[in-house]
């Protein structure tokens, strides 16, 4: 029996994991080839051993773990095992003593992820029995489709055709073709080049070394405040030589004077909270008592009760059990006492402060950017101030963070079209980007970074809330507006970057392996209703739902290709914990199990015939 993984990231290695684990139980006399394509090493994916040291993860390396049944180290053990030791802000492998030791609040480099991952990937290999042969292809797949025999055929850039009896679609992130802003911005610069030879249009900022194309005396207008821009302000001066000395609030930025003029916008132009100090444990985690799994069923079964349907109107239904969750965290934490869930009340009080984190904008207005950048950077040092107290004793992150803890219940809400198109489409527009600045945000050092290079006068705002970027052609840059109370600002810049990771869909994936599956018919994308929130169409088991709307029987598809139908797909698990990311993995393995079970069996049958 043959089996393909398309796309050897963290989630095509959680599926070689599940398989390595069932391969005893594989039927007498069977021996099973796996083939894996993909064009870089095994089990990386996103996070290259070779990217630069100072793109960090945003989750604690020791909440991290490959091994979700802990039959390996977590991302933090192995990094202690092979001798990783941190100097200062780097982490650099060591035979002696020297620097300190790597701790459960570290924050690692993503390179070193690259490395921990390929470890996992040898790891999984060597364990595997003799009936099972790997095969890594270094390419690409660009077509994909079912032979006559129940099976797929897999095509690949270079010319090879690999046949196998299933397939499994784990390619990881995307990158769009270009929109109708990329294709105005990228004509503005052809045109007006000859005028500005600093003039240039970054759609995607990754890899990270396409910056380097950034001259010195340039001014950047970077575009989005999350985890996307962390790593561009970085490039732009740590990795243009820059250095930063002293810790938390005592950090200053020396410049390399390499760096160019950064601004930054957004549309709010809001910074990403940052994560407090974790005060749980490296598996501990808030259990819900009000927004849980068991209270999404039962609205579930009223709304199949009351109007026929069971997907639910998240404003009206769901939200209100999330902000009595997140006030009920709030007051606990701020009266640092257990508060009987019976006993509580969500009071004015506690609803105004979980407002206050959710939407810090409400209610307020700014005379001009001075006033706006004074709120910004007093934003910044303020929630910091929050993230230094911790998660069990800011009542502001114990709540912020309890939302990272209650993903599950949102899952439940949301997941497979479980909420009507309408509401479906004011989740992902309005409060994913919400949750995702609140609590899903960067390691403290880089906020503290942020305000350094502030002070500085590195890093700028280009823009306050509702900023519009535009085009100048009598200047030949680009023209960042904004309206304030006493007027409108206007800055310019000679270089525009798209700090942020393109959606999946699968329409304008750029991916010509996407594109051959949409004209053969074999996928479809997505859709709840009217909305099409992007992602593949699948069933519950993962596998692939065709044009037609019958699930191929041998193909299935993983990650942040059915970031739609799924919603979060994009981590890599946490130790200590049953995840869906585990889950989803066995699911889709198991299904091809039983497939190849029943496969070897009426073949063995159809020899003893014979």
């Known amino acids: 029996?043959?089996?393909?993984?398309?796309?050897?990231?963290?989630?095509?290695?959680?599926?070689?994991?599940?398989?390595?684990?069932?391969?005893?139980?594989?039927?007498?006399?069977?021996?099973?080839?796996?083939?894996?394509?993909?064009?870089?090493?095994?089990?990386?994916?996103?996070?290259?051993?070779?990217?630069?040291?100072?793109?960090?993860?945003?989750?604690?390396?020791?909440?991290?773990?490959?091994?979700?049944?802990?039959?390996?180290?977590?991302?933090?053990?192995?990094?202690?095992?092979?001798?990783?030791?941190?100097?200062?802000?780097?982490?650099?492998?060591?035979?002696?003593?020297?620097?300190?030791?790597?701790?459960e609040r570290d924050y690692l480099p993503r390179s070193l992820l690259g490395e921990y991952l390929s470890f996992v990937f040898d790891s999984t290999a060597r364990a595997l029995p003799p009936s099972v042969r790997l095969l890594h292809h270094r390419c690409l797949g660009v077509d994909l489709e079912e032979t006559a025999e129940g099976g797929v055929l897999l095509r690949t850039d270079d010319g090879v055709e690999i046949a196998g009896d299933f397939a499994f679609l784990a390619t990881g992130h995307s990158r769009r073709v270009a929109?109708?802003?990329?294709?105005?911005?990228?004509?503005?610069?052809?045109?007006?080049?000859?005028?500005?030879?600093?003039?240039?249009?970054?759609?995607?900022?990754?890899?990270?070394?396409?910056?380097?194309?950034?001259?010195?005396?340039?001014?950047?207008?970077?575009?989005?405040?999350?985890?996307?821009?962390?790593?561009?302000?970085?490039?732009l001066t740590v990795g243009r030589g820059g250095r930063f000395e002293g810790e938390a609030g005592a950090t200053r930025y020396l410049p390399s004077g390499r760096e160019p003029?950064?601004?930054?916008?957004?549309?709010?132009?809001?910074?990403?909270?940052?994560?407090?100090?974790?005060?749980?444990?490296?598996?501990?985690?808030?259990?819900?008592?009000?927004?849980?799994?068991?209270?999404?069923?039962?609205?579930?079964?009223?709304?199949?009760?009351?109007?026929?349907?069971?997907?639910?109107?998240?404003?009206?239904?769901?939200?209100?059990?999330?902000?009595?969750?997140?006030?009920?965290v709030w007051r606990s934490t701020l009266e640092q006492r257990h508060v009987p869930p019976r006993e509580y009340e969500f009071g004015s009080e506690d609803r105004a402060a979980v407002e206050a984190v959710?939407?810090?904008?409400?209610?307020?207005?700014?005379?001009?950017?001075?006033?706006?950048?004074?709120?910004?950077?007093?934003?910044?040092?303020?929630?910091?101030?929050?993230?230094?107290?911790?998660?069990?004793?800011?009542?502001?992150?114990?709540?912020?963070?309890?939302?990272?803890?209650?993903?599950?219940?949102?899952?439940?809400?949301?997941?497979?079209?479980?909420?009507?198109?309408?509401?479906h489409r004011e989740f992902n527009e309005r409060w994913v980007p919400l949750m995702n600045r609140t609590c899903f945000g960067p390691p403290r050092r880089r906020n503290y970074e942020l305000l350094a290079l502030f002070r500085a006068g590195v890093v700028g705002l280009a823009g306050g809330p509702g900023c519009r970027v535009?085009?100048?052609?009598?200047?030949?840059?680009?023209?960042?507006?904004?309206?304030?109370?006493?007027?409108?600002?206007?800055?310019?810049?000679?270089?525009?970057?798209?700090?942020?990771?393109?959606?999946?869909?699968?329409?304008s994936d750029s991916s010509e392996l996407t594109r051959r599956l949409l004209a053969r018919g074999l996928v479809r994308p997505f859709a709840n209703g009217d909305y099409r929130p992007g992602g593949l169409d699948i069933t519950r088991s993962g596998r692939v739902v065709a044009k037609t709307g019958d699930p191929l029987q041998a193909v299935w598809a993983l990650g942040y290709p059915v970031e739609g139908p799924r919603y979060y797909t994009y981590y890599v698990p946490r130790a200590g914990q049953s995840t869906r990311f585990a889950a989803e993995a066995d699911a889709a393995v198991d299904d091809m199990w039983t497939q190849l079970t029943e496969r070897t069996r009426e073949e063995s049958h159809d020899g003893r015939s014979r």
């Not at 929050?386 to 599950?408: C, L």
């Not at 030949?476 to 525009?496: K, Q």
């Open 358 to 423: 959710l939407d810090p904008l409400a209610g307020r207005t700014f005379g001009d950017l001075d006033e706006f950048t004074a709120f910004f950077t007093a934003f910044v040092a303020d929630d910091l101030a929050q993230a230094e107290q911790g998660n069990r004793t800011s009542p502001v992150k114990a709540a912020t963070d309890a939302i990272r803890d209650v993903r599950e219940s949102l899952r439940q809400a949301v997941d497979f079209a479980g909420l009507t198109p309408r509401s």
């Open 470 to 507: 535009g085009t100048d052609e009598e200047a030949g840059r680009f023209a960042i507006r904004t309206d304030f109370d006493r007027g409108s600002a206007l800055r310019h810049a000679d270089v525009l970057i798209a700090a942020r990771l393109d959606l999946f869909h699968p329409g």
């Open 1 to 103: 029996m043959r089996v393909t993984i398309v796309g050897l990231g963290p989630r095509g290695l959680g599926v070689l994991q599940r398989i390595g684990e069932r391969a005893g139980d594989l039927p007498a006399g069977t021996e099973l080839e796996i083939h894996l394509v993909d064009p870089g090493e095994t089990g990386q994916g996103a996070h290259p051993a070779r990217q630069p040291d100072y793109l960090l993860t945003n989750t604690l390396a020791s909440q991290l773990s490959m091994f979700s049944r802990g039959q390996g180290p977590s991302f933090t053990e192995w990094a202690q095992q092979t001798g990783y030791r941190r100097f200062g802000s780097a982490y650099c492998r060591t035979a002696d003593a020297g620097g300190a030791p790597i701790g």
């Open 261 to 328: 003029r950064i601004l930054l916008t957004s549309r709010q132009c809001l910074p990403a909270a940052a994560r407090g100090v974790n005060q749980k444990g490296v598996s501990g985690g808030y259990q819900p008592s009000f927004f849980t799994p068991e209270a999404v069923a039962a609205l579930r079964r009223e709304a199949r009760r009351r109007r026929g349907t069971p997907q639910l109107d998240f404003d009206q239904e769901l939200l209100p059990l999330l902000l009595r969750e997140l006030g009920y």
């Open 179 to 235: 929109s109708n802003d990329d294709a105005r911005f990228e004509a503005f610069v052809a045109d007006q080049r000859h005028r500005n030879h600093r003039l240039d249009y970054i759609a995607a900022p990754y890899p990270i070394d396409r910056l380097r194309s950034v001259e010195p005396d340039s001014t950047v207008a970077v575009q989005g405040l999350g985890l996307t821009a962390h790593d561009v302000i970085a490039a």
